[in-house]
Every structure is written in C-alpha cells, then in structure tokens.
C-alpha cells in the first residue's frame, strides 16, 4: 500500500528537475560526478529526501491508525499511541549520503554536462529559487492530499477484501461441513 507513495516524494523531486534522457552520450557530454553532486547540493536533494521519508513515515502512521481503528472501533488514545509508536524514526537510520551517491550515475545516463548547466542556471535564478523555495510546502501538502486518496482507498479495499475473506472462509467451512458426495 506505501510503496507506491514511499518513492513519489522522490520521484516528483526528481520529475521537477529531469530533463529528456540521452540514448547515448559521449565521454566528454557526461557529466562528471562534482557536476551532479553540485547540482544536487543546488537543488536540496538530501533535505528533500529526508522531507519525503518524514511524509511517508506521517502517511504509514496515519493509515496504520485508520486500519486499527477500523479493527479496534473503540481504541483509546494510549492505544492509538502505541500504533503511531511503531513507525516513529521508520526512516531516520536511512544512509542519505549512500542514496545519493546511487542517483548520481543516474543522472549521468540520463543528462548531459549542458543539460545540467542549464538547469543549475535555472535553478540559479529567481524563478529557479522560487520554485525551490516552495518545493518542500508542495511536497508536504502533495503528500498529505495524496496519503489522504491512499488512506481513503485503503479503507474501501480493506473492507473489500475483509468481505471477500469472510464469504471465502464461510465458503470452505460449508465444504467441509458438508457429507462427502
């Protein structure tokens, strides 16, 4: 159910700042790794990650909350402490630095040394910095309306599924009650 939104604070930082991907690039159009680092350390990318990990972790206690309440109606503060307790720091041992360094070969294959001066030079600018600026209140709040649609479809399949499980249990309990043929 979270994987999908695990990766979508990352991916929408890095949709923002992709560019069209070359199929083959020369050696001297790859950007070298100080080069995507730079850009990187530009454009936040390990405030960023630990901004989305801190979503997800918010999200996976939110609908792990709501799943417990729809098993336990009547749960009490301290229990719903308890469920909330089981994510806290889910993310916090994460090597950030290690996830970076992973991305940067990624980038290499997909842009060229111009297509990051460029974007180092937009992001550079009022407007680039703007939009930095505003990125982690987007993310939050795109989050937030997105683990909300999650927690909300979540609940309409759980409760599918809890159905289906049930009809499928009574089912096979009626087979085995039954005299053999």
């Known amino acids: 159910m979270f994987r999908w939104r695990s990766w979508l604070g990352i991916g929408l930082m890095l ?11 020369s050696e001297t159009e790859i950007p070298s790794k100080a080069d995507v680092l730079k850009f990187l350390d530009l454009m936040h990318a390990k405030s960023q990650m630990v901004l989305a ?4 972790e918010k999200q996976m206690r939110l609908g792990a909350e709501q799943g417990f309440k729809s098993k336990v ?3 009490t503060p301290e229990q719903l ?3 909330d307790e089981l994510f806290v720091g889910t993310f916090k041992d994460l090597p ?7 991305i940067v070969p990624i980038y290499q294959k997909h842009l060229t040394k111009a297509d990051l001066e460029a974007a180092t030079a937009f992001y550079s600018s009022p407007a680039g910095q703007k939009i930095l600026k505003e990125t982690p209140a987007i993310t939050r709040e795109a989050m937030d309306a997105g683990g909300e649609i999650g927690r909300r479809v979540f609940a309409a399949k759980s409760a599918e599924f809890d159905k289906r499980l049930a009809d499928l249990i009574a089912e096979f309990k009626k087979e085995s009650s039954s005299p053999p043929k």
């Open 15 to 25: 949709a923002v700042i992709s560019i069209a991907g070359r199929a083959q690039q």
């Open 53 to 56: 990990l801190e979503g997800m």
């Open 73 to 75: 109606p009547e749960a």
């Open 81 to 83: 402490a308890k469920v």
């Open 96 to 102: 950030i630095d290690d996830m970076i360094d992973a």
